[in-house]
């Protein structure tokens, strides 16, 4: 079974400041792993995906197969950056479904 | 531009009714997700289809069903709703194969009272 954690629940930053949100996941083999962003009144939209490798809006996130996580990384939060955040998977054995982690809400205060 | 839409915003049911969520996708994509969002909880996955007529069960199946008559049409189906499917329901879809990525409509709050 492929099973997704994401330890808080909220998160709150000042402005400027480094934000990290942890993901660690349960899967036997080669997963792919996903960021996903929901900014208030608009729909969940890919953030990054790990087999990308690159830096989306100032995050990253690294896959780390000996401690099974993907933590998302920005060094200086802003204030747009505040949302739900969610860590999917997607398992080659699963059909290609994606599986969720609970989400983290970031909020950034000024 | 991918269009993922749903065919309403916000729904209010009775306790009992049968309560249809519909999903259109304008880019001929062969697989389509219907989760459910709830807080704490993530999206749970409630069906899926790889292709017309095709349908499988995700992870929370029970009281509901599914219907792909059309490639760009994939409804959700509550038999008889209960007041435990108060929830965001979120449809998506994507191309099939590894690489590509899976795009999601606004969503459905449905209260079922």
């Known amino acids: 079974a492929q099973r997704v954690t994401q330890p808080e629940k909220l998160l709150s930053v000042f402005k400027g400041a480094p934000v990290e949100l942890k993901c660690n996941y349960s899967y036997s083999g080669s997963p792919e792993l996903f960021w996903y962003v929901q900014y208030s009144r608009q729909r969940l939209q890919l953030l990054l995906r790990h087999i990308s490798r690159e830096s989306i809006k100032g995050f990253t996130a690294d896959l780390n197969k000996g401690e099974t996580s993907f933590h998302l990384k920005k060094p200086f939060a802003q204030e747009e950056d505040s949302a739900m955040y969610y860590c999917?998977?997607?398992?080659?054995?699963?059909?290609?479904?994606?599986?969720f982690g609970g989400g983290t809400r970031v909020l950034v205060k000024p | 531009d991918v269009k993922v839409t749903q065919s309403s915003r916000y729904l209010v049911k009775r306790t009992g009714e049968k309560v249809f969520l519909e999903c259109v996708q304008d880019m001929d994509h062969e697989n389509m997700f219907w989760y459910r969002q709830d807080p704490g909880l993530g999206l749970r996955l409630i069906y899926f289809?790889?292709?017309?007529?095709?349908?499988e069960k995700g992870d929370i199946p029970e009281g509901y069903s599914v219907s792909r008559e059309k490639k760009e049409r994939f409804s959700l189906i509550l038999e008889s709703a209960s007041t435990n499917q108060t929830s965001m329901y979120l449809c998506a879809s994507r191309l099939s194969g590894e690489l590509y990525e899976q795009f999601f409509g606004p969503g459905t709050r449905l209260t079922v009272l």
């Open positions: 289809s790889y292709d017309v007529k095709m349908k």
């Open positions: 999917a998977l997607r398992g080659k054995a699963a059909g290609n479904k994606l599986t």
